[in-house]
């Protein structure tokens, strides 16, 4: 059963920065592709930036472009998610997963997610 520990979320002033971790076991952690999505309250669960291993290609959602930074070591079984410039707007629970590429859409690999790791952002 695949699990998933992200951690690194918190309060921050909008205008800040958080770094978050995802980690998981050697056998869980994909080596294709790996993705960060996130939820606000009374919203459903939406993408928020991907990295495709082999040639490092990354991906992200329109609305953390050029603030957000998708990377990670997959020999360390480790993603990492750098934001900037946070918003009110980016106050959510962040998850990782396993993600592959359907069409123009990255969409989680697996439906097993892990508990998340809280950021909200005060104005």
């Known amino acids: 059963q695949r699990q998933w520990v992200e951690s690194g979320g918190g309060l921050v002033q909008a205008g800040g920065s958080l770094r978050l971790s995802c980690t998981a076991s050697?056998?869980?952690?994909?080596?294709?592709?790996m993705g960060w999505f996130r939820q606000a309250p009374g919203k459903e669960r939406e993408f928020v930036a991907a990295?495709?291993?082999?040639?490092?290609?990354?991906a992200y959602a329109d609305s953390v472009k050029g603030r957000f930074t998708i990377s990670g070591d997959v020999a360390k079984n480790l993603l990492l998610l750098q934001m900037s410039s946070l918003e009110p707007e980016d106050t959510a629970l962040y998850y990782c997963?396993?993600?592959?590429?359907?069409?123009?859409?990255?969409?989680?690999?697996?439906?097993?997610w892990g508990q998340g790791t809280q950021v909200t952002v005060s104005s």
């Open positions: 997963n396993a993600v592959d590429l359907y069409g123009s859409r990255w969409l989680p690999d697996t439906d097993r």
């Open positions: 050697e056998r869980t952690f994909s080596r294709h592709a």
């Open positions: 990295i495709r291993w082999r040639d490092t290609t990354t």
